[in-house]
């Protein structure tokens, strides 16, 4: 079946720091990944979308890699802030009709 | 510009009522709108694709007949959970895709329900 894997356990990091979260995947052949901002008791908020031949996006402080081979996107957050501090969702489609599969989510908190 | 807006935000129900959730696009036509379910610190679950104009394709497992959903017009799509019962508390969320972005979904705020 298809699985969206990401890191479920929270992730604490220093204000100023790069965050690193993870989202990998198995039996989807994707042709795109997307990555959603989820702050509490609100929607995803969408933030990139990478193509399955891209191999890396930025937008501002965020920056998202896509490995095919590995099934893996990558999604880092530099010179993080407090504002940062939220849970982010990876996303597929399920290939049906636009809809998407999410993971889990990573929480992520930036501290002062 | 691709709001989306979704009410009400929380409702609190008695079990065996019915609740309808409106999810309305604000500033672009939504040729399919999803509705999504979501336990705490679970992920989201789609429930249904809806297009306008069409019955809805709903996910297996999600009884149609319980949830009941409507897309009259392309700004509009409601959910109403027939016969509400505690197991149904959860928080639900709508997002619609555009004509022109169509791999990207926007969300609404979503709308805790809570049934006692």
């Known amino acids: 079946s298809q699985k969206i894997e990401q890191n479920s356990e929270a992730l604490n990091i220093q204000e100023g720091k790069t965050a690193t979260l993870t989202c990998n995947y198995t039996n989807y052949s994707p042709a795109y990944l997307q990555w959603y901002r989820q702050d509490p008791g609100r929607g995803p908020v969408f933030l990139l979308l990478?193509?399955?031949?891209?191999k890396e996006k930025r937008k501002e402080r965020l920056k998202v890699t896509f490995d095919t081979t590995l099934k893996q996107s990558l999604f880092h957050i530099t010179a993080s802030q407090p504002a940062d501090s939220a849970t982010y969702l990876c996303a597929l489609e399920t290939g049906s009709g636009y809809a998407l599969n999410f993971g889990k989510g990573t929480s992520l908190l930036v501290t002062p | 510009g691709a709001v989306v807006s979704q009410h009400p935000s929380r409702v609190i129900c008695k079990s065996g009522t019915s609740v309808k959730i409106e999810c309305r696009s604000l500033d672009f036509q939504a040729t399919t709108m999803f509705w999504y379910r979501q336990f705490p610190k679970k992920s989201l679950m789609l429930m249904a694709t809806?297009?306008?104009?069409?019955?809805?394709?709903?996910e297996q497992g999600v009884e149609k007949d319980k949830f009941l959903i409507n897309h009259a017009s392309l700004t509009l799509s409601t959910l109403t959970v027939t016969s509400a019962h505690p197991e149904d508390s959860s928080f639900y969320i709508c997002?619609?895709?555009?004509?022109?972005?169509?791999?990207?979904?926007?969300f609404g705020a979503g709308t805790r329900l809570s049934v006692l």
């Open positions: 990478i193509r399955e031949n891209e």
């Open positions: 997002s619609a895709r555009t004509g022109s972005a169509k791999n990207i979904q926007y």
């Open positions: 809806s297009n306008e104009g069409s019955k809805a394709t709903y």
